[in-house]
Antibody, heavy 124, light 111 residues
Framework: QITLKESGPTLVQPTQTLTLTCTFSGFSLNNYGMGVGWIRQPPGRALEWLALIYWDDDKRYSPSLKTRLTITKDTSGNQVVLRMTNVDPVDTGRYYC????????????????WGQGTMVTVSS | DIVVTQSPLSLPVTPGEPASISCRSSQSLLHTNGYNYLDWYLQKPGQSPQLLISLGSNRASGVPDRFSGSGSGTDFTLRISRVEAEDVGVYYCMQGLKSQTFGGGTKVEIK
């Protein structure tokens, strides 16, 4: 059974760096085909994809946030860290991590398991 | 960047009746492997999103067969054959061909 859980600060001051950790079980990010992505949701608004890292350390970023984001995975294969620099109140929202893996025909696609999310408020 | 547009924004539905949501992409989502990189997710009130349909038309594990996805290229549709009360929430499509982009969401509520 795959589970994911996000953790990090609930309150961050503007211009600081936000560091979020996704701890998961039921799969290893050292195994072929596995990926973990980050998605956020401002209060009352739509989902926004942020970043994705694959088992082979291939990393993808939202073009609009690319300069501010860094995604990494630890060597144990069960944690992913997302760093966002120079945060602003518009970065306030719930941040989710989600598992991405092989779907139909073995094609790696889709976020099939999501964490509960962690709420982050950016305010002074 | 690929832009994904959903319609309608809001969809009042009657239990037992069918419903459909449209998703249009600014570029074709058809990969050379023959799959369309378009997913559908449902976010029920107060919950995390859940995968309904993967790669355009493949129901995710545990998803009732009243949900179906169709389409190819730039035009996609999510259909619910007979809406149930538990289907209320916000539905999102997401393209995964180049980077990833979510649509703006469609809120489904019971009339």
């Amino acid at each position: 059974q795959i589970t994911l859980k996000e953790s990090g600060p609930t309150l961050v001051q503007p211009t600081q760096t936000l560091t979020l950790t996704c701890t998961f079980s039921g799969f290893s990010l050292n195994n072929y085909g596995m990926g973990v992505g980050w998605i956020r949701q401002p209060p009352g608004r739509a989902l926004e994809w942020l970043a994705l890292i694959y088992w082979d350390d291939d990393k993808r970023y939202s073009p609009s946030l690319k300069t501010r984001l860094t995604i990494t995975k630890d060597t144990s294969g069960n944690q992913v860290v997302l760093r966002m620099t120079n945060v602003d109140p518009v970065d306030t929202g719930r941040y989710y991590c989600a598992h991405r893996g092989p779907m139909a025909g073995g094609v790696v696609a889709s976020y099939d398991i999501w964490g509960q999310g962690t709420m982050v408020t950016v305010s002074s | 960047d690929i832009v994904v547009t959903q319609s309608p924004l809001s969809l009042p539905v009657t239990p037992g009746e069918p419903a459909s949501i449209s998703c249009r992409s600014s570029q074709s989502l058809l990969h050379t492997n023959g799959y369309n990189y378009l997913d559908w997710y449902l976010q029920k009130p107060g919950q995390s999103p859940q995968l309904l349909i993967s790669l355009g038309s493949n129901r995710a594990s545990g998803v009732p067969d009243r949900f179906s996805g169709s389409g190819s290229g730039t035009d996609f549709t999510l259909r619910i054959s007979r809406v149930e009360a538990e289907d209320v929430g916000v539905y999102y499509c997401m393209q995964g061909l180049k980077s990833q982009t979510f649509g703006g969401g469609t809120k489904v509520e019971i009339k």
